[in-house]
């Protein structure tokens, strides 16, 4: 019989279970060809009869072989030795030697270069509120009201791609009080997180080469996104009343989209001014381009009331709005909002069909509930008075500990723009920001083109007080030593 | 003051706040007017038979959300503005009537178009068809009494410490390794965590794949018939969608051998063929491996329905095999938990780990944490497990009380049964039946199923269907089946003889 032939001795000092004893040992009698392709194996009760071990071991054996692809079994007809062995293919080089080479995309060519040439990275710092402030207990609550079997709602629930037609109701009520935004729940579409509505965009109104007008410095990630699906970016120059618009008079081609942050450009913080916004629609208007009006933190002023939104202004429809709880509520819901004209309803619902035909009911119902029930104006109030405590603070703090020759004078968001006087050496700024912790980055990731030196970002929100403080006195004793 | 108050009702939500609910809403509809008086403590609890304290409560609540300020002695005001309010509403909603004369939108891209086109025809090709959705399992199963308890635990301030952890594109690193050490005992995929990757969407899945891997007029061999949503995903991108045919083996590697150029990336479903329910025989996966060494080729092996089998054989996936690094594994989680969670994911060929991760951060860069953090003791400690048995164990039982059905009463109508997939059989009607007589009578009789059509890319089949067993309620099945012949007889007959 073949198990005679093959030697199998078991040692059962080893303390291999005796099952993977056995496969090893068909398994290597297998490779070597000592047993056929297509040879039928002895029964189960036959191997465990001759190695005297049990049945349901011999069993497990077989199975084994069989989840690793030398063996098929077949009802009725026992088990069989695959005719086609794993790696034995001749015209293949041997198992450890295989190399894949990738050939890549335009687009995974254009992120691997960006990527080689260290202006991108899959993970980035997180910012965002701290979870312990959050409303944890209502939350909760929300969660247990719409997580249960087979409500109603879930089992007549077809999904939407532009999202739960409740909470569109409650975001985009709440968008027109708030921002003065002009919405209606069919122009809002909903999505699981931020990054897919640029993405989306680009590829829905650009064609590679086409031109997208960005704020210098402005957003990184929007910028990325934009290279990545083969735009080319015109900088335009920002100032103290926000987009220097006339430097778009300034372009050979008008842009097809323009990309700002009006009510607290990032990183400087600038408002768009009134007059500059008025400009920047005429020119939208007159050059048939879109502009994206990314809300991204507008929810946190700290003096007075806010400006309406861009979008709320733009008679003309031509304005993309996007806006996002992030900020907000980061740690347990990350829904990000987009606002489209008309033009564009249909378009992006064929589109999001495609990539994003549903977000988690549970977490959709229990944010509109969050937001008709109030708690999400509350959350917000709170966070704005408790973050401008801490801005304060910051400022304070910063006053004593550091010499700084600019501090951005705009009184909103969860950063600070601080520039330092030129005696401090960078090199030694980001040791001791490193030894220190301090929430503290360089705008340089802001720039396309050359940045600042000794410009920094200070993410204050998102920090206790006396952590923040703490972390400045290391960084200042690092600096100083 | 008079003021209609409505509380509604609502059990998890506490009396208080049910009537600050209503008095936001009563300020919100203007009626009751800024800076004006709100109504007495004394006077709302007459009226609405409240305890002080409660109102009291209601007020604070208000107070804190700036819809209502108190000035000592006078009494509680509605604030004279409201919160975000701007002092001017926003103008009238465009639509295309008032919109300026000059007004032109900015035309579509290329691709734009392309998207448009593939994504238009989805959504009228999608039927909803109910016991067809939630991944084909039927909703009472779905174990949320679990799956609330788990999120109501991690939804806690000792949580801090994960937030940070949010960053990683790829998923919390103990969820995927809870992922990695499922796929290794169910699947015999050893690949490990690093190469396993979250998603949100799972349409995402192989739009990233696509988008890394694939260029406009780049060929993809896509198993025909096969799953349409997939298909449309890859198509929207402007690839050539080239159709193989499909056996008992699973997919033809020697239709594949035959196309005029090799392809650069090869859809298929293993496990369970879609719509079929074939599975892919051991030396066809070895072939097909070869073949994609050898042309250079990615395989996406779409492990959908893998959970449930019955007394069909278990394979090794195509993954566990794959010593060519050519090999993307999908999966998700909707077998079990379709209603709450999304999730689902991706085990990447090693060429392929840290591309993926930087792709991934460009169209998700953050995962949901506290559904992550669920779905990690969800695996761990054997609940994913335990609901699929008890799930196959109920599927098992419909299956066999839809079979004995249709074995009964619709045997000469159909060609023999052949295996579907995990959740649904298919039917392939003699001839002499038309689809229109065989929808019509399924929906007289309340028989739940879809024509297979939106599954073929190119010539479609006519008198072939999906039939669903998930929902199939035991009791009744017999008597749904039996109403479907008999109209069905009834209708072919009349069609018949006005031929």
Redesign the interface.
Known sequence: MLIDRLDLALDPTSGVPASRQVAEALKEAIIEKLVSPGVILPSVRDIAKALDISRSTAARAIDEL????YV????GSGTRV??????Q?E??PP?DK???????????NR??ER?DAGL???????V?P???ELP?ST???L???H????SKE??QY?PEPFGYQPLREAYASYL?????????QDRLITF?????RL?LLA?????DG?LVAMEEPGFSAAR??FL?NGAQIAQIGVDNQGLIVEQLHELKTAP?LIYVTPSHQAPTGAVMSMNRRKQLLEYA?KN???IIEDDYDSEFRYDG??L?SLQ?MD???RTIYLSCLWNAM?????IGFMVV????V??L???????????????QAALADFI???HL??LI??QRSRYAVRRQNLLSLLAKALDTAYIAPESAGLSLLVRLNNHYEAAKIEQAIASSQLPMTSTRSYYAGDARDLEFILAFAAIEESDLAQRLELFTAALNA | MAIAIYLEYKS??ALY?RL??AL?KAI?EGRLKLGEPMPSIRELSDTLKLSRSTILKAYE?LK????VVAHSGSGTFVAST??????????A????AN??V?????P?????RT??????R??TEHV?V?AL?YGGTP??L?P??D??TL??KH???S??EQ??E?????GLEKLREAIAAYVLRRR?ISSGPQNVCIF?????RL?LIG?????PD?IVAYEEPGYP?NR??LE?MGVKITPVAVDTEGLSVAALRRLPKPP?LIYVSPSHQDPLGHVM???R???LL?YA??T?AFIVEDDFDNEFRYGR????SIK??D????VIYMASFWKVLY????LSFVVF????VN?G???????????????QLALIDFINDGYLEKHLKQTQRVLAFRRQSLILAITRYLKDMVEPLTDGGGTHLILNFQANFFDSAIEQAAQQSGFNLMSTKPYYASATKNGQYIVPFASVDQNSIDNVVKTFALALQKQSGRSNDAN
């Open positions: 069989s989840a690793q692809g098929v079994t077949e009802m695959c005719p086609h062995l794993p790696g293919s015209e293949l198992r295989v190399h894949k080479t990738v050939h890549l995309s335009q687009f995974g992120l691997k990527f991108v990275t899959a993970k980035t710092a997180y965002g701290l979870l312990r944890l939350w909760r609550e969660l247990v009201r997580c249960h079997a087979a879930e089992s077809v027109t009080r708030a921002r003065a935004v002009k919405v209606s699981a997180s931020r990054n897919l993405d590829r829905l109104l650009l064609n086409d990325e996104q990545a097809r208007a048939q381009a879109y009331r806010p309406p709320g008679t003309n429809d980061a740690p347990v819901s990350r004209p008309d033009p564009l249909e378009p619902t064929a589109a999001k069909g495609l990539v994003e035909r549903d977000v988690s009911l549970v977490e008709n029930e109030g104006e509350k109030r709170k | 998890n939500v706040r600050s609910d936001r919100m609540d804190t959300q700036g819809l409201l919160p975000g309010d701007l002092g001017e509403l926003a103008p909603f465009l639509s295309a919109r300026p000059s007004f032109k939108p900015l579509l891209s290329d691709r734009g998207i448009f086109a593939v994504g238009k989805q959504a909803h109910p959705e909703i009472e779905s949320m009494r799956w609330k999120m109501i939804c806690d301030v949580r801090e937030v940070a949010m960053i990683d594109p790829l015999s949100g969407s799972k349409q995402l739009e988008r890394l891997l694939l260029n780049d949503e449309n995903t929207s650069k025989s051991m030396p996966r070895h072939e070869e060494a050898a250079g054989p278990i394979l090794p566990a095999l010593q060519y690094d050519c209603q709450s969670l999304r060929p090693d060429c392929l591309i991760a930087l792709g991934k951060s460009y169209l998700e860069r953050h995962l949901p944490l506290l559904e």
